[in-house]
């Protein structure tokens, strides 16, 4: 650089001289480098050298140094994952092995279920059965009332378990028909036995839908009644709904229980085994129950 | 443009285009049914229509000798165009792309083509390579000719490049949208792009060698050391991660070579100095060049550039890992990202201390001139998303920011504030000087673009800083019971007020650069009416006729 400084102009504004070296009018200044830049410079070195020796840094061939604090981040966070784990297991295992009455009536229990199931819910369940457990159409209200396959804790976590018509080896099974696609029942069938399913809930029916009921009833009797119940009432073993509430899964206007006689139904759960825990699924299951609703 | 051609340059053009034909026409006959298809006739009907360009003016006479006492600048022209297409489209699909997280029905038609997974890469993609490539294309071009005094080498080559890279664009683009990708991020062009792409990129790498070694000045100018790391070094990047093996001759579809882990780091070296290299030492090229010409300043201090330089782009080289700390990476790995990434604070900081000090003397003109405002913006804002880049890259810090808003903010502090607010000062202070006007079209309008650019950058960073660190922590936060306090779900619906926020600093800086292209355009419109401004003495080569001819 000596020569080119050599021939530097002087620069008025900061009163240092150029390096001599132009281009299309651009000029350098022959500033010294910033005391600043080079402490700096001394400062991250360092901190890199002196983080180097204390921790895991180079490779060496086939393996590399360890570092004078001897912290390994696998082992790390196995230990954290452990100390966590050990940290809830006095609640955890007793979820686990302890029965769901007495589970239910422990106040330490179930104020962890509210914490932890909460989360749990939100991130498991709440895709399909909304925030809080309120459904939406097609998916249960957890909130309370029926339950498809029953409510207790138990049927709960088993539900949880295998799923329904999932690909568990246990599932729960449970199919509607499509009367009146697969040709079981005649148009006038379906749509009588609609009128009826729609009078079972007390609904306000239209004119013509108070004649079909009576068809209806026969109908019902007939074709619908081995699994909903001769009331309607349900059965919680075939997972067949009550349809004398008013609480639907799939909506309960004309066009929806229409829909759901005439194409059937065949809703899915998947089955949570192996990807909770055990007492994961208990855990979610003493949660359901706090959701509100007529639980035991 | 053809007519500026000489006649075995046409001839040289026709045959370029022929072979990219048949290569067109090869993958459309063997990517029948797939997207390789498809690219194939897009790559015919480009290459068969430049071709027809060609030939319509093939008989013109040859360009006078006169040409060669001036710099070559059409490619540079079309070039800012280009650009200035790019980052509409871009930053239109970055809009869209972010109105998508705040409203996810907003694909419109329901259309596969418009889900988020497909747009997103079009937005990245767009307005990193489509912008920024093509404005460093074009001004490299620019900056080469002036700061070595000679001419661009041949006047066929440059155009090979800037049609040639945005050939590469357009596939890149058109592809996502019909789901071809490989999942690496800002490298999701497959194979045949790929192969494409490194072409051109060699004949741009021959075509700076070539005019530095027709050079008329002694120095070779700071401006070219980083215009010339930026395309050597993302030509290593792009080849080492792009290596993979289409599953037949006929499919769009290839699979990496790197396994695992190994391939997480390949892709964020890759990444990393893609950042380095296409987003920082290119537009320090730049900047160095624009920035003083405009403040009429000299260059604070010739050896800081030199630390700063060579700090930079080695210290960068050993930055990526810390894109995977607290993954599968090991540990030792992520040590040497960290203490490097610190260390390259101080020769990041060093370059944005050298462009601020080069100002000491001009801060008046900061202060009265909107262009040289941008580029002072523009370094601000790369000292303030480098030291960002650092302290993110601290693997404490790491794990609270990493998969979280704050690495989007931190983005788009570098992105808009800097890469793109030095492009929009370099190009308002270029394009007076390429279409010979004393100033551009509106300079009121460069006014208002600066603060729509400033505002928008703002509002998008402070949104997404703000939506960061509460999901970091969202994330992170247990109740008494050991819990993690949060369900995901929740830390969705906490984003929600900033997501849509940062779609209206996004607005503004879209409707920022439609302003400055509008501007841009009516400069050009200005230019071809007429009233010309005289041609600055200084501003033609040393070199009267070019070698080889």
Redesign the interface.
């Known amino acids: 650089m000596g020569h080119a400084m050599a021939s530097g102009s002087h620069d008025p504004v900061t009163g240092r001289q150029t390096t001599g070296h132009e281009w299309n009018g651009i000029e350098e200044l022959d500033s010294p480098v910033p005391r600043v830049v080079l402490f700096f410079l001394a400062v991250t070195a360092v901190f890199a050298v002196g983080y180097w020796i204390l921790m895991p840094a180079w490779p060496t061939g086939l393996s590399y140094t360890k570092g004078l604090l001897g912290i390994d981040q696998r082992q790390l966070v196995t230990r954290q994952v452990e100390d966590a784990a050990a940290a809830r297991s006095a609640l955890t295992n007793r979820i686990a092995t302890e029965d769901f009455v007495s589970l239910a009536a422990d106040d330490q229990v179930m104020t962890y279920v509210r914490d932890s199931g909460r989360t749990l819910f939100a991130d498991a369940c709440s895709a399909c059965h909304g925030a809080g457990g309120k459904g939406g159409p097609g998916f249960p209200d957890l909130k309370g009332g029926s339950s498809l396959w029953g409510s207790d804790a138990a049927t709960i976590a088993e539900t949880i378990r295998v799923g329904i018509n999932s690909a568990h080896p246990d599932t729960r099974v449970s199919q509607m028909l499509a009367f009146g696609r697969d040709g079981i029942l005649e148009r006038d069938a379906v749509l009588a036995a609609s009128a009826y399913v729609r009078s079972l809930s007390g609904q306000k029916l239209t004119n013509v839908e108070q004649g079909r009921v009576e068809t209806g009833r026969t109908v019902f009797a007939e074709s619908c009644a081995s699994c909903h119940g001769a009331a309607g009432k349900g059965q919680p073993d075939l997972g067949a709904p009550d349809l004398t509430d008013t609480r639907w899964i799939y909506g309960g206007d004309a066009q929806s229980v229409h829909a759901s006689i005439y194409s059937g139904r065949q809703g899915q759960m998947p089955a949570w085994e192996g990807r909770l825990t055990p007492a994961e699924i208990k855990l979610l299951a003493l949660y359901v129950g706090t959701l509100g609703g007529e639980r035991p | 443009m053809v007519a500026g051609l000489t006649v075995s340059e046409r001839q040289l053009a026709l045959l370029v285009l022929g072979l990219l034909a048949s290569g067109g026409l090869a993958m459309a006959a063997a990517g029948r049914g797939d997207p390789l298809g498809a690219h194939g006739f897009i790559v015919l009907i480009i290459s068969v229509a430049l071709a027809f360009l060609v030939l319509s003016r093939y008989h013109d006479p040859e360009p006078s000798q006169e040409r060669l006492s001036e710099y070559y600048d059409d490619p540079t022209r079309v070039g800012i165009v280009l650009a200035m297409i790019w980052a509409v489209i871009g930053m239109f699909f970055g809009v869209w792309v972010s109105a998508l997280l705040a409203w996810p029905e907003l694909t419109f038609v329901d259309q596969a083509w418009a889900s988020f997974g497909r747009i997103r890469p079009v937005h990245t993609s767009g307005v990193i390579f489509g912008f920024g490539g093509n404005a460093l294309i074009a001004t490299s071009f620019h900056v080469l000719q002036?700061?070595t005094?000679a001419r661009l080498p041949d006047q066929f080559s440059p155009w090979f490049v800037l049609i040639g890279y945005n050939l590469f664009c357009i596939v890149a683009a058109s592809g996502y949208l019909m789901g071809v990708t490989q999942s690496k991020e800002y490298a999701e062009p497959e194979w045949y792009a790929d192969f494409w792409l490194v072409i051109v990129w060699v004949v741009y790498f021959a075509i700076y060698i070539r005019t530095l070694m027709r050079r008329k000045?002694?120095?070779i100018?700071?401006a070219n050391w980083y215009y010339m790391a930026f395309i050597l070094v993302v030509a290593v990047l792009h080849i080492v991660n792009n290596l993979a093996l289409p599953i037949s001759a006929g499919s769009a579809k290839s699979y990496t070579i790197w396994p695992g882990v190994q391939d997480a780091m390949v892709q964020w070296w890759y990444g990393h100095n893609a950042v380095a290299f296409f987003l920082t030492a290119g537009f320090l090229g730049m900047m160095y060049?624009y920035l003083?010409?405009r403040a009429?300043?000299?260059?604070?201090?010739?050896?800081?550039?030199i630390?700063s330089f060579w700090?930079i782009t080695f210290m960068y080289m050993w930055a990526g890992s810390h894109h995977l700390h607290?993954t599968a990476l090991?540990?030792?790995v992520?040590?040497?990202g960290?203490?490097?990434s610190?260390?390259l604070?101080?020769p990041s900081?060093?370059s944005a201390?050298n462009a601020l000090?080069t100002l000491?003397?001009a801060w008046h003109k900061v202060r009265d001139d909107a262009t040289l405002r941008f580029m002072m913006v523009a370094a601000v804002f790369y000292g303030l998303s480098t030291f960002e880049g650092s302290f993110m890259a601290i693997r404490a810090v790491n794990s609270l920011s990493h998969y979280t808003d704050w690495t989007v903010a931190h983005v788009h502090a570098g992105a808009l504030g800097w890469v793109a607010m030095i492009t929009f000062g370099s190009f308002y202070a270029l394009v007076p000087w390429m279409w010979k006007q004393e100033r551009m079209y509106s300079p009121k309008l460069v006014e208002v673009h600066f603060w729509l650019a400033l505002s928008g950058t703002i509002i998008y960073v402070f949104a997404m800083w703000n939506a960061g660190i509460i999901q970091g922590l969202m994330w992170r936060t247990y109740?008494?019971?050991?819990?993690?306090?949060?369900?995901?779900?929740?830390s969705m619906v906490a984003m929600h007020p900033y997501y849509i926020a940062r779609t209206v600093g996004g607005l503004f800086f879209l409707a920022g650069a439609v302003v400055g292209f509008y501007n841009i355009i009516m400069t050009i419109r200005m230019a071809r009416r007429g009233a010309a401004a005289p041609d600055s003495a200084?501003?033609v080569p040393a070199v009267a006729v070019q070698p080889g001819e």
């Open positions: 002036r700061t005094r000045e002694p120095h100018y700071v060049y003083p010409k009429e300043r000299p260059i604070f201090s010739y050896r800081l550039s630390i700090g607290y090991p540990q030792w992520q040590t040497l960290m203490t490097f610190v260390m604070l101080v900081w060093a201390g000090a000491n003397g109740n008494d019971s050991g819990t993690l306090a949060y369900s995901f779900i929740e200084s501003d």
